[in-house]
Each structure stands twice: as C-alpha cells, then as structure tokens.
C-alpha cells in the first residue's frame, strides 16, 4: 500500500509562484507518479509525471511553467509552479502507479491507482 499527502497549495496573484509537495509512505519503491488538478465542473486534468528513470510528461498548458520533481531519499513529490494564471485554480492530486503507464498514457488518469486528499490553489487575477 501508499500513501500519498499532498502541502503547499494556496492563494495567489497572478504571475505569482508556488511549490507543492506530495509525502508518501509505505511501499514507494519503483513508484510512477504524477500530478493532477480538478476545477469545480470540470474533469480531472493530467498536469506532469515522471517515472522512475527521470523521465517527465507535461501537459501542455503547464509547459514550460510548471516542473515535476522528486526526492527519493524524502519520498517526496514536487510541483514547482511559476507564472500562474487564473485557470490553473483547481484541486491539485499527487498519484501514484507501480505499473509503468502505456505509452500515452502517463498523464491520464486511469494510469494511477493511488491517490491522495489533494491541495487546493486558487490564483486571483
């Protein structure tokens, strides 16, 4: 089993920056993960993941704004993000697989099967 808890989310202004920060426990060894959001309304959203070779997946939205990391030793997720904008407001999910995502498939949804409770960010215009 894992446990995923995510931190960091908040309130901003736009052009503003936050870090999110995922904590997991348990077995986290070979660990796939990513980050996903959900604005009220809409569907849950693929932001970034990376595999356990290094390797990320950004959504284009986000590219070249956000970056996923990790910290084996802390077994921590990261989400630096910078440049917000308002419609990255959402409910933030770190997720977790032990199988590798098909190809394709790294920042959808159905690739993950642990989950934690979420951070919220709101970006103010």
């Known amino acids: 089993q894992v446990q995923l808890v995510e931190s960091g989310g908040g309130s901003v202004q736009s052009g503003g920056s936050l870090r999110l920060s995922c904590a997991s426990s348990?077995?986290?060894?070979?660990?796939?993960m990513a980050w996903f959001r959900q604005a009220p309304g809409k569907e849950r959203e693929g932001v970034a993941s990376i595999d356990k070779f290094g390797s990320t997946t950004y959504a284009g939205s986000v590219k070249g704004r956000f970056t996923i990391s990790q910290n084996y030793a802390e077994k921590t997720l990261y989400l630096e993000m910078n440049s917000l904008k308002p419609e990255d407001t959402a409910m933030y999910h770190c997720a977790a697989a032990f199988r590798a995502p098909l190809f394709g498939t790294t920042i959808r949804p159905e690739s993950y099967n642990y989950w934690g409770q979420g951070t919220q960010v709101t970006v103010s215009s």
């Open positions: 348990g077995y986290t060894y070979n660990l796939y």
